[in-house]
């Protein structure tokens, strides 16, 4: 089984001084929060925003590449959680085959965000996430928190 | 006329809470630094010291999207310098062609590292650095600062 996640925040946690990229399944409202970098915020929240960086951003440049070689990003998958890590990958389109490529959730989730890629979340994955003790910390956020964006 | 440079140092700026990037041209002893953000400096970094994340970062990701499409760096070249912001382009070989991808020099050399990709800066770059004061700046530093990496 595999859900379809939308983001729908990224906030700052001052606790770890770090972003928290909120994804959502809106069909059974499972979050999955994931902690990410200053960089990977900025490289997600430009394609949030929609701002257009005077150069291009790393996955700007990425995603000039694929379209040069004309590969597709099909879609970006939430593989697997282990020691609060997640894994995902970048499932490619080229010619008439399907390519499957490690990636963090983060390079995954900005690079789908600029190619108007899916992203998916295995079940184990959300069902993991259900048993840490993240869902408290989402539970004290502010309901105005989410919903900043529509993707 | 275009010179190759290589990675000569990668030192942090306290004064502008940033990192240097020394590129030098070994025929001519020209210097260029290229100021770079914090997660610039790591990608830079890692790829130097030759360091192998558990998880692919950013860069290695595009690494990876490139070599399954079998499309190759075939060399990076920092172009323009204008406002003290450099501007860079990868050149990449598909098939029988070679393309030319507007990039900012940070990715254009974190890109190259991974790919042994030949690094290039035009006259004009470094003939315009020459005219800053960046030289001050770095006629400072103590030579034991560079050289840490050979390339």
Redesign the interface.
Known sequence: MISQMKVRGLMFDPYNNAYILVLRDDDSSDMLPIWV???EASAISFALEGVSA??????D??K???D??D?KVISVVLTELKDN?Y?AK?H?G?EDSE?S????PS?AIALALRTSAPIFAREEVLRKQGADELGQWLENLKPEDFGKYDT
């Open positions: 970098g200053k960089a005077p150069r291009p951003m790393t996955h440049l990425m000039s590449l694929l040069t070689v590969a890590t894994y970048v490619l080229y390519y490529i490690d990636s963090r390079d």
